[in-house]
């Protein structure tokens, strides 16, 4: 029998010197990315090999400083990236950590959840349903423990195990047979509890003997980055083409074959698109890491580009609208109500004394359910010192509770020999094992119902006694229980989840409530968080319909109430039949088929099984509904500013790609040159990866309905955006070029007038692509990384402007304040009127609402 109580574990100084000693509790994986390997990556780059080839070329021509300028150029990306890179590999180091499998151990006698590699040999692990084994281990105690061992043998049929018999030499510890005294690490607990004690970590345990590494799941491309990747491979054809024809163009017309090919790789530079899927992954993987920084683990990075697609939260009510920290707040028997409120003024009345005494004689000694330490602590602090109490008395059998018998029965040897049986659980399921009659059970359900509308978590109580000499039976049927009372239970809403359900509300997102208790209880905790009088059904009402049915009703159903785990999985496929986007919550062992189903599936962090955890794409480290609903907004966030990143991509290289081609054709002398497309790119990946990334959300971002999960990144919108945007400045910078060019300016002064207006304009269109939904002077100084890309790129410009040397290099002249005031009213001029069509669709927008509220 277990008996936590009587264990002490390693103490945490011994458990360091073994860590230190033996390693991490962890399979060999594949050998981490180092320095050299990103270094390798980044020079493989197209966009790095076309600034080396150029470079190459002015050696070749003997023009050795601006050969080096572009060198150097090419440093400063590669900096650039490697830095991003390094960002994105801790977020994923981090998020690596905080999905590493837990383990319950006790050390100095007491229960210690740590991360599965922190644990040592000579560890005890509790463990018990739902649990992966965390390392290899004997067996020291057990209660109806059965594993699934097919991970390491193959056999899907799950294993009971034993102790070893006193006396008797272990058996061989190998994996697989009936009742045998060891656990294996990876293995699955799908039924009990035990006790067993490490006896072998990391790749000394079976499973490293066998040579199986358990690394990261291959990492799967998001839909997000399969269109850009698509979309990358088509102007990538493009820009080839196009290259190719600007060499042949310029070689044949201007006979300089080396100036063509100059050429070519300059406009390859300009159209060519590299940030895109650098963008999506950079976006992606941090917007995980910033999930977990609000307490939201993602254990697969496709469930943040869905989050801001979520049209229906089903949510558990227990631990997650609520705080899972259950009290005693009404005990009743016998005619008696007592509402434990009272006991700041009143004692403890002696009629409900027993429904306490039995509550506890059913729960563990050293209980971690919930309910089981509401009902110790009442005990204790009420109850100590009297003959109500049994510290010393020996636990015989344990009957588990089970789908078919939603009891929990214990049966004590006490200190006379006299043997006692304690049962609870369902208040039905309790009448039904006490044998009471139709018009008792009719009484205890009434009671129940009650409570239930009270908004209590109601258990019902009962006891047996057996002689001495009697056999205990196997099956716990045969058991004479007499109905004892009842107890309510309340578990506090969580302070942030009525203004979460508003936020959802405002959002366009229902919330379902999915939860095992009472319909009354339901109820009562949906008025309590703002659902109001939700329509409900119950789990014997959905047992009735076929899928069929329960997709007709299901629309107007805002909680299932009296749910098995199994219905969940009916209750998301029927919502997702309807065309919803469902992020479901769960748990338990039997919810893993509801959320692998589910759209996204979000398993609890704090009192989740690993098996739960491992179905489900998020983890709520906190269990609390509001991270949620924050995880919901963060991922539309996300979404936003990706959006915005690659309008503003494909809005700059329309300009440059028009610098480019638009000289070659008419005649011009060359506006850009491969330094200048260089100098451009260190504004663009900084401003694309960090600015954008960094900005914060809409003011009304959980105002919108979600958008449809068919919506494609590259939408209309995006495009018509970005193509707008890159057409007016493109007609600023030619016309200005024009202008200098046909007004008797040298070409050094004419580029150099253009350049400063696309540098001027290319930080325009970054404030001016901050928001769509207002104008991006209302933003204020919320994103430092903005101001620092900004004040780089206006540094380097003054360099390269009024540094003789710089200047050279650039094949600039100097430009005058008059012109530098005609840059800047150029440049307000190319975004003037996207600001001035937000301001007045956020105008007409808010005229709506107000017109929708009269």
């Known amino acids: 029998m277990l008996d936590i109580t009587t264990v002490t574990g390693l103490t ?153 018999e006193p006396g008797l030499a272990p ?40 040579g199986t590494v358990l690394g990261a799941t291959a990492t799967e491309d998001t839909r997000l980055q399969r269109e850009t990747q698509a979309l990358v491979w088509k102007l990538a054809l493009v820009a080839g083409a196009l290259s190719i024809a600007v060499v042949v163009v310029y070689g044949l017309t201007r006979h300089d074959w080396l ?132 510290p010393s008395w020996t636990l015989v059998r344990e009957y588990p509770i089970s789908r078919e018998r939603l009891t929990v029965i214990q049966i004590w040897r006490g200190d006379d020999g006299a043997i006692v049986v304690a049962c609870k659980g369902a208040p039905e399921a309790v009448a039904r094992a006490c044998r009471v009659d139709a018009a008792a059970a009719a009484a205890i359900t009434g009671a129940a119902e009650t409570m239930a509308g009270d908004g209590l978590r109601v258990l019902a109580v009962a006891r047996g006694a057996l002689a001495p000499d009697e056999e205990v039976p196997d099956d716990p049927t045969e058991l004479a229980l007499t109905f004892v009372g009842l107890v309510g239970l309340a578990d506090p809403v969580r302070a942030t989840v009525p203004a979460a359900i508003a936020e959802c509300r405002e959002a366009g997102i229902r919330v379902v409530i999915i939860t095992g208790d009472y319909p009354a209880t339901a109820q009562s905790i949906a008025r309590q968080v703002g659902l109001g009088d939700a329509p409900l059904m119950t789990g014997a009402e959905l047992a009735t ?102 309008a503003y991509i494909l809005a700059i290289h329309l300009p440059v790609l028009a610098l480019t081609v638009v000289p070659i054709l008419v005649g011009w002398p060359l506006v850009l040159m491969p330094i200048h497309i260089a100098f451009l790119h260190l504004v663009i990946d900084p401003a694309c990866s960090i600015v954008f990334e960094a900005e914060p959300d809409e003011a009304g971002v959980m105002k919108r309905p979600p958008r449809p999960a068919a919506a494609r990144l590259f939408g209309r919108q995006l495009l018509l955006i970005s193509l707008s945007l890159g057409a007016s400045v493109t007609a600023i910078l030619l016309g200005a070029f024009a202008i200098a060019h046909y007004g008797g300016r040298g070409d050094a002064e004419a580029r150099a007038f253009t350049f400063t207006i696309l540098i001027l304009a290319n930080l325009g269109l970054i404030i001016s692509n901050r928001t769509w939904h207002g104008s991006a002077l209302g933003r204020g100084p919320k994103n430092p990384a903005l101001w620092w890309v900004g004040g780089g790129a206006l540094a380097f410009l003054a360099i390269a402007l009024y540094v003789p040397a710089a200047r050279a290099l650039f094949r600039f002249d100097v430009l005058h304040p008059i012109d530098v005031a005609i840059c800047l009213g150029a440049t307000a001029l190319g975004t003037a009127w996207f600001e001035l069509l937000k301001v007045v669709r956020a105008s007409r927008a808010s005229s709506a609402a107000r017109a929708a509220r009269a």
């Open 259 to 390: 100036g063509g090919i100059l050429a070519g790789l300059t406009l390859a530079m300009a159209i060519l698109p590299n940030e895109f899927p650098v963008v999506v992954t950079i976006f992606l993987a941090l917007g995980a890491w910033r999930l977990s920084r609000r307490r939201v683990l993602t254990r697969r990075i496709p469930a943040v580009e869905a989050l801001g697609s979520v049209t229906v939260l089903c949510v558990d009510k227990t631990g997650t609208l609520t705080e899972n920290r259950m009290t005693v707040s009404r005990l009743e028997a016998d005619g008696v109500r007592f509402e434990v409120a009272r006991l700041d003024r009143d004692l403890l009345p002696e009629e409900v004394h027993a429904i306490v005494e039995y509550a506890v004689l059913a729960s563990r000694k050293d209980p971690f359910d919930p309910m089981e330490v509401a009902f110790t602590q009442l005990a204790h602090a009420h109850l100590a010192g009297t003959e109500h109490l049994h």
């Open 171 to 210: 058996p061989a510890a190998r994996p697989g047979g009936e009742g045998q005294p060891f656990v294996f690490a990876g293995t699955l607990v799908v039924q009990g509890t035990a006790l067993a004690e490490v006896t072998a970590t990391g790749a000394a345990t079976e499973m490293g003997r066998i």
């Open 545 to 646: 319909l076929d899928d069929a049915a329960l997709a007709a009703r299901i629309d107007g159903i805002g909680i299932f109430a009296r749910i098995m785990p199994e219905q969940k999985l009916r209750i998301v496929q029927a919502l997702k039949a309807q065309g919803e986007i469902v992020a479901m919550t769960g748990d338990g062992v039997n919810d893993a088929p509801a959320l692998k189903a589910a759209t996204i599936g979000i398993a609890m962090g704090g009192r989740g099984t690993d098996v739960a955890r491992e179905a489900a794409q998020l983890v709520l480290l906190d269990d609390d509904f509001a991270s949620l609903v924050t995880a919901v907004r963060t991922g539309r966030r996300i979404y936003d500013n990706l959006q915005k990143a690659l």
């Open 12 to 164: 945490h100084a011994g458990a360091a010197a073994r860590l230190a000693a033996d390693g991490p509790n962890e399979l060999p994986t594949a050998h981490r990315r180092t320095f050299w390997h990103g270094l390798r990556d980044v020079v493989r780059e197209p966009m790095t090999a076309l600034l080396i080839g150029c470079g190459a070329i002015y050696f070749v021509l003997g023009d050795r400083e601006e050969a080096l300028m572009l060198v150097g150029f090419v440093g400063l990306i590669v900096a650039i990236t490697l830095y991003q890179e390094r960002k994105t590999e801790r977020a994923v180091e981090a998020l690596r950590e905080l999905a590493s499998p837990r383990a319950l151990v006790i050390r100095e006698g007491a229960q210690r959840r740590i991360a599965g590699r922190e644990v040592v040999r000579g560890d005890i692990l509790v463990i018990s349903e739902g649990d992966r084994v965390a390392a290899d281990a004997r067996i020291l105690a057990t209660s109806h423990c059965t594993i699934d061992e097919s991970l390491l043998t193959g056999e899907s049929v799950a294993v009971g195990k034993g102790v070893i």
